[in-house]
């Protein structure tokens, strides 16, 4: 196959979405059934994207395919000189793998979907805003500029604004698509403020001008702080759709949308946007702007690990969890793990989607309950919602023969290198405590919905497993949770297939002495990196060789430890949760309170806005207003002083010359009789009045 054929085959990915959205929107009403058109061409998405992954990694694994057109051209400007803004498409190994992912989850989330909505009164337009979604994601994951990539970034918002918000007549569901969507624009200003950053220097948005230029020496405005500066700017954007700390706040509120919508945004498409952001900028980081990266990551999966641990809604704890693991993803890329983290992204999308399907499963089952403590004994109810669920929670928890256990592993090994070449070992002691973490909140939360006996007879008994349209779903999402899909080696992911052959760590083209100590090559490894095959040392390489098998057994210890844990609490109640709880209440309160983030959020920053615009407000109302209403008043009073003198000075002048005149008219033609004789007697008249009052010489 052509590489034009290849890029013509994308083309079409991208817009398939597009045109079943279009079509949907416009014909949904009038074409019953018409929403099978929109999984259709999803699916049709999904064996092209499966044909081009195909033949990228087959034939062309090495090389970058890239098509490109002027879409602006400003001609030579005066100050900044001749500006061309492009628009195209970047095909390389990661892009193909991101568009099976997407487009897979995608589809199993239509299929999924078919049944979990039915009845909704929004049925098809529900499957219209699936499609743009799609479409939104697939157009970041394509793209070979930063500009094509924030158009999109915005349309994913959007997006995601009209599917969480889809039941819009709850208030809940409304305030929670608002405040997904303003927090996400909070973190989206930043970005766009290092996009203008790199464009003002280079005069382009496209990727690999921009790293040309600063594998150069030429970084924006001549200082390594701009280019740091810039790193963390487009960091921003990935905070914000990532939700890392601190914008993390909007993703569990999003669980107010459909729970196919929760896997689709909590899996591979929305929250997974802002990592590959981040994979895609990683080149041009410096040790600054990583180390900032990987302090958020850590915290964030800290933070989001130990609210999950006490939440009892089954959504909630899934979306803490995706808060989590997302933050293991942005510290991986922070400690220079970029493979790891990658692979994390695909594994993660794969299971955590099972996990969402299948609580969507379960709360369809159980007439629309959440409570996982009014939950218990479902496991003999939905035995494949069960089997699923519990293959996806060994995968998340890092248990051996399942897929998190090798990309969790290869993050713990970077961490555990990091810590070691640069000294800061909080960050790997956060990552061993939040995969310990991790594997106590599933297991409790898998112990509590389908172990044991049932809370709630009345739901329990009319429970049933679900249709096949929505256990399908499940059965393919977990069996892609197993190492074999991946590695042939279960304990090790570094020896794999996928990581060797397809998921390259590219060079990093920022200056040298901005760099960690272990991504300088030596001078041996000078000239290998200027043709993109060394990115670390060898001291960190064998650094990362040293620590796959501590961080391996010390991650099987506290994920162990973790899940054993869990047993004593809620299987063999060996130990009371509840009397736990009670000695710990101010612990416990400030998880289940979420570490009171949000009440922060309303004292600080949402009350500080409302007492901004109550301030606006009154300066508008006060001042602003107070000018205007006084400047109306003393116009309409000049305006009757004009009208006064106009009306009284100016015509009365005019109308008393006018009566005088007339006046005099009317007295003078009482004299003009026509009359001879009588202009006589005036003549006599007057010479006798002169003659008395002149005497002649």
Same mark, same amino acid.
């Given at each position: 196959m052509s590489e034009s054929l290849l890029i013509n085959i994308c083309i079409v990915i991208l817009f398939l979405p597009l045109l079943g959205f279009t079509t949907v929107v416009l014909l949904g009403k009038r074409i019953p059934k018409l929403y099978l058109f929109e999984v259709a061409i999803l699916g049709i998405a999904l064996l092209l994207s499966i044909i081009v992954a195909y033949v990228k990694l087959s034939f062309y694994n090495t090389k970058d395919i890239v098509a490109a057109f002027t879409w602006i051209t400003m001609g030579n400007a005066p100050s900044p000189g001749a500006i061309s803004i492009e628009l195209g498409f970047k095909i390389d190994n990661i892009t193909v793998l991101m568009l099976f992912v997407v487009n897979l989850i995608s589809f199993l989330v239509h299929v999924f979907s078919i049944e979990y909505m039915r009845g909704d009164k929004l049925y098809t337009r529900y499957f219209a805003y699936l499609g743009i979604f799609t479409f939104s994601m697939l157009g970041i994951v394509l793209t070979h500029n930063l500009l094509m990539m924030y158009i999109f970034w915005e349309l994913v918002g959007l997006s995601s604004y009209l599917l969480i918000g889809f039941w819009f007549e709850k208030k809940s569901a409304s305030d929670a698509a608002k405040k997904a969507f303003i927090v996400n624009r909070i973190g989206d200003i930043g970005m766009f403020a290092g996009i203008l950053i790199l464009f003002t220097q280079y005069k382009t948005f496209t990727f690999d001008v921009i790293y040309q230029q600063i594998a150069a020496g030429n970084i924006p405005f001549g200082s390594n702080a701009w280019l740091t500066a810039a790193g963390i700017l487009i960091f921003m954007g990935a905070v914000g759709k990532s939700a890392q700390f601190p914008l993390h706040v909007w993703l569990p509120d999003a669980m107010e949308g459909p729970t196919p919508v929760s896997a689709l945004i909590h899996a591979a498409t929305m929250v997974a946007a802002g990592v590959y952001l981040v994979v895609r900028i990683f080149v041009m980081l410096t040790a600054d702007a990583m180390l900032v990266i990987a302090v958020i990551g850590a915290f964030t999966s800290l933070v989001a690990a130990t609210i999950a641990l006490t939440q009892n809604d089954i959504k909630k704890v899934l979306a803490y969890s995706t808060v989590s693991q997302l933050g293991y993803m942005v510290m991986s890329l922070g400690v220079g793990a970029y493979a790891f983290a990658f692979f994390h992204l695909i594994?993660? +999308?794969?299971?955590?989607?099972?996990?969402?399907?299948?609580?969507?499963?379960?709360?369809?089952? !159980?007439?629309?309950?959440?409570? =996982?403590?009014? !939950?218990?004994?479902? &496991?003999?109810? !939905? *035995?494949?919602?069960?089997?699923?669920?519990? @293959? /996806?929670?060994? +995968? @998340?928890?890092?248990v051996p023969l399942f897929s998190g256990f090798l990309s969790k592993d290869g993050i713990l090994a970077g961490t555990l290198a990091f810590g070691k070449l640069t000294g800061h070992w909080l960050i790997p002691i956060i990552g061993f405590t939040v995969a310990g973490l991790t594997a106590f909140y599933m297991f409790r939360l898998v112990i509590l919905t389908f172990h044991g006996e049932p809370k709630d007879h009345h739901k329990y008994d009319h429970a049933h497993e679900s249709p096949f349209v929505m256990a399908a779903p499940l059965v393919v999402l977990a069996a892609l949770s197993i190492f074999i899909w991946y590695t042939p080696n279960p304990i090790g992911a570094s020896d794999g297939w996928v990581l060797k052959n397809w998921i390259k760590t590219p060079t990093q083209v920022v200056p040298l002495e901005t760099r960690y100590d272990f991504m300088k090559p030596s001078t041996e490894e000078a000239k290998a990196e200027v043709h993109g095959e060394v990115i670390h040392s060898v001291e960190y390489t064998e650094t990362m060789h040293w620590a796959h098998y501590p961080a391996m057994f010390l991650s099987l210890a506290v994920a162990g430890l973790g899940i054993l844990i869990a047993f004593m609490f809620?299987? #063999?109640? &060996?130990?009371?949760?509840? &009397?736990?709880?009670?000695?710990?209440? *101010?612990?416990?309160?400030?998880?289940?309170? &979420? #570490?009171?983030?949000d009440e922060l959020?309303? !004292?600080?920053? =949402?009350?500080?806005?409302? /007492?901004?615009?109550? @301030?606006?407000?009154?300066?508008?109302?006060k001042i602003v207003d107070g000018i205007v209403n006084g400047s109306a008043t003393v116009t309409r009073f000049v305006s009757r002083m004009s009208g006064w003198f106009d009306t009284f000075i100016v015509d009365g002048f005019v109308n008393f010359t006018a009566f005088f005149s007339g006046f005099v008219g009317l007295s003078f033609r009482r004299l003009q009789t026509g009359k001879v004789q009588t202009y006589i007697v005036f003549v006599i008249f007057a010479i006798i009045i002169l003659l008395m009052f002149f005497k002649p010489f």
């Open positions: 594994t993660h +999308a794969f299971f955590k989607a099972c996990l969402f399907l299948g609580s969507g499963s379960v709360i369809h089952s !159980m007439h629309h309950e959440q409570d =996982i403590r009014n !939950m218990g004994g479902l &496991k003999k109810k !939905m *035995p494949v919602t069960y089997y699923t669920f519990l @293959i /996806s929670t060994l +995968a @998340i928890s890092g809620y299987q #063999w109640k &060996k130990l009371n949760a509840d &009397k736990l709880a009670e000695k710990l209440k *101010p612990l416990y309160n400030f998880s289940l309170n &979420k #570490w009171f983030l959020y309303d !004292m600080t920053a =949402i009350a500080g806005t409302l /007492s901004f615009s109550s @301030i606006l407000a009154w300066f508008d109302n």
